[in-house]
C-alpha cells in the first residue's frame, strides 16, 4: 500500500487497481496519509469514473493536464470526455493552480494535510461527495455529523491540549442593527475580538434573520461587519467546551445561522472587508449576494485543528465555487483574495466599501 502513501501519481488504471484491493488491514496501513495522486495525463474516463463510483476512504487528487483537455467525446481513451469523469475526483491540480505555479510543491502541501490530519481529510471529502447531491438543509445535518465526529477525535484533543486556555469574553451586544426603510442592516459588533463568531453572535444573528423572516414589510437584509476584519471565525475560547457532543450536534442543527440565511424569504446580501476566516466566510456565503472588498483575505482553517467546517462552510462555500475548491481551500488552508474569489464566484462583485 506504499503506492497510496507517496506523493507520485499513479496511472487512473493503477489507481483503480490498489483501491479495489485495499482490505480493512491495508486502510489501516494507508491511513497516516489517505491519499491518492492520479495522472490525468493519459487516464481512461471509464477507469476514472469506476475509481471515483467506489467512494474509497481517500483523498483522490487529479494531476496533469488531462482535466482540461475538451469534452469532445474522444479525448482520453475509450468512454468519452474525461472531463465529467475526472470531476469525480476530490481535488483536480488543473483547476485551482493559476499557469505557472508549482505542481510539486502542491502535491506536497496536499500530502502533508493529509499526513498530518488523516482523519479530517477523510471526512471532508467523504461529506462534500455526500452534501453536493443533498439540499442544503440536509446538507448542514450532514456536516454537523462530521464536525461532532471529529470533535470526539484524537487529532482535535491534541490541538485542544496544546492551546494554552483563554477565558471567554462575551459582547454586550454582538450584532447591531439598523432599519432603512425596507432594508434591515444587521452589523457583527465584536470589533475587538476581530468578530470572532462566538454563541452571543449566533443567538442574536438567529433572532434577528427570524425576526426579518417574519416582517413581510422587508424586502433586503444585509450583513455587515464593524472593524477591521469582518470575521475571524469561530470563538477558539469556546471551542471544546460542548461536555455532550452529541447534544452539540442537536443544537448546530437547531440554531444555524446559515439555515436561517437559506430560509429568509428576503434578498440577502453581505459586504464582506479583512479576514473572512472559517465562520467569517461560511455564513455570509449563504446570501444571495456577496461583495467583497479589495481587501479580503479568506480562509477555510478548519483542518489544523482536526476538523472541518463547522458553520455551513461545507454547503455554502462548495455551492458557489464547487465541492473540489472547496476541498483545496480546507486541505491546504490558503488564503483567497479578492480576485481569484471573484473568478471563482466565492464572490459575486468586488468595490470599495462605502
Known sequence: MTAALDAQALPAGSALDLVRSLSPADLADVFPAPILFVDLADARPDELAALTARRPPLVLVGVGPGADRPGDGRSGGPGGSLVPAAAGLDVLLPEVLAPGDDVDAAVATLARAAGEHPEAAVALVGLLRMSERLEPLDALVAESLAYSTLLA???FARWLAA????????????LLTHRDGDRLVLTFNRPEARNAFDTGSRDALIAALRAASADDTLTEVALTAAGPAFGAGGD??????????????LVRTGASAGAEIVRCPHRTVAYLHGACVGAGIEIPAFADRVVAAPDVAIQLPELRLGLVPGAGGTVSVTRRIGRRRTAWMVLTGVFLEAPAALRWGLVDEVAAPG
Open 153 to 155: 477525535g484524537g487529532d
Open 163 to 174: 492551546r494554552p486556555p483563554r477565558a471567554h469574553r462575551p459582547s454586550a451586544q454582538p
Open 236 to 249: 477558539l475560547t469556546q471551542f471544546g467546551t460542548a461536555p455532550d457532543l452529541a447534544r452539540a450536534h
